[in-house]
């Protein structure tokens, strides 16, 4: 009866672990991923000194990693230039470049209902007090 119970979980834990939304889009959902990405896109190829000039409020070590995850996913290309001193360029994929309509259309989403929303969060803090 364990064993089955187990191996039922086993087999739950793999179908979340595959699914799309937990491992692609969790990937790059995080507070800046989007962000680098469209001043990527709107920018490219963008070193990355101009990246933190025009996200002046991310950290090195968070716009390192945010990219890192972003190439490992195939989002972006990083190309290293054999120049002295090193020249690194970040540039769309064709992937990542089919990802801006969306984060374009979330953006868009988010500008008609940013009152509302905030309206609500107002309401519910209200409501708690």
């Known amino acids: 009866m364990i064993k089955t119970a187990m191996r039922k979980k ?6 979340i672990e595959i699914c799309p939304v937990r491992n692609v889009i969790a990937r790059f ?3 800046w ?3 680098v990405l ?3 896109s709107e920018n490219e190829p963008v070193r990355y000194n101009d990246l933190r000039r025009k996200i002046p409020d991310i950290s090195s070590r968070v716009l390192s990693s945010t ?3 972003l190439e490992a996913d195939g989002l ?3 190309t290293l230039y054999n120049e002295v001193p090193a020249r690194v360029e970040y540039s769309l994929t064709d992937i990542g470049h089919s990802l801006i309509p969306i984060i374009m259309k979330l953006t868009e989403w988010a ?6 929303i905030i309206d609500h969060r107002k309401q519910t803090e209200n409501d708690s007090l």
């Open 29 to 31: 959902g995080n507070k």
């Open 10 to 15: 086993e087999h739950l834990n793999s179908i």
């Open 67 to 69: 990219l890192r995850t």
């Open 76 to 78: 972006i290309l990083r």
């Open 38 to 40: 469209l001043v990527i």
């Open 111 to 116: 500008q008609n209902n940013m009152k509302t």
């Open 33 to 35: 991923a989007l962000l």
